[in-house]
């Protein structure tokens, strides 16, 4: 099973800044990962897939980027509505989630 | 617009045995993979299970491989887990989500809202 690991687990942050969450697969996975933002109490909702793809409706402010181990989801200026949980996905072999990072109010 | 209800969840004790379903809507079910994904209580997303749109290709987690079976009715729209063998581990938010592609490409771009297992004596 590949395994997905994301770093940092949590992030504190103020509304603006710059935001490069990190993503390591265990052997490569060509482009086929994926980013999904996760609020409280609400399903998982996708943001990019194909590394740097955005999903219908997402904003660019959200970028992703990297190919095969190393992957990078960039939030260039952080808004209030994007406090939340990160997680990066592959599905070169089968699927995995990496463990999610917490993006919080600094 | 899409829709994905799940059903089927609830309390049960450990060694038994659970029937989730997720019915769809929205879109043209038999053209798309379906999945479920699993979130335990303060923990991470787990995928457990995908379904290509034909069930031709079928896939598991490792913590479930053995003991949980996916299927689909294409003419009612539905998505099944049968879960056997239950343990305490198993607890978790389950959800449904549709895949982009007919196969497993992963890339879920919808979800259920989610249904709650507790396995427990």
């Known amino acids: 099973e590949i395994e997905m690991t994301q770093s940092p687990a949590t992030l504190s942050v103020s509304p603006g800044e710059r935001v490069t969450l990190s993503c390591r697969a265990s052997?490569?996975?060509?482009?086929?990962v994926a980013w999904y933002q996760q609020k409280p109490g609400q399903a998982p909702r996708l943001l990019i897939h194909?590394?740097?793809t955005r999903a219908t409706g997402v904003p660019t402010r959200f970028s992703g980027s990297g190919y095969g181990t190393e992957f990078t989801l960039t939030i260039s200026s952080l808004q209030s509505e994007d406090f939340a949980v990160y997680y990066c996905?592959?599905?070169?072999?089968?699927?995995?989630f990496g463990q999610g990072t917490k993006v919080e109010f600094k | 617009e899409v829709h994905l209800v799940e059903s089927g969840g609830g309390l049960v004790q450990p060694g038994r045995s659970l029937r989730l379903s997720c019915v769809a809507s929205?879109?043209?079910?038999?053209?798309?993979?379906m999945h479920w994904v699993r979130q335990g209580p303060g923990k991470g997303l787990e995928w457990v299970s995908g379904?290509?749109?034909?069930?031709?290709?079928?896939g598991y987690g490792e913590s479930v491989e053995g003991r949980f079976t996916i299927s689909r009715d294409n003419a009612r729209n539905s998505l099944f887990l049968q879960m056997n063998n239950l343990r305490p581990d198993d607890t978790a938010v389950y959800f449904c989500?549709?895949?982009?592609?007919?196969?497993?490409?992963?890339?879920?771009?919808?979800w259920g809202r989610g249904i709650l297992v507790t396995v427990s004596s």
């Open positions: 989500a549709k895949d982009r592609y007919t196969n497993l490409s992963g890339g879920l771009p919808h």
């Open positions: 929205g879109f043209t079910f038999d053209d798309y993979a």
């Open positions: 379904i290509s749109f034909n069930s031709a290709t079928i």
């Open positions: 052997q490569g996975v060509t482009a086929n």
């Open positions: 194909t590394v740097s």
């Open positions: 996905q592959q599905y070169s072999d089968w699927v995995t």
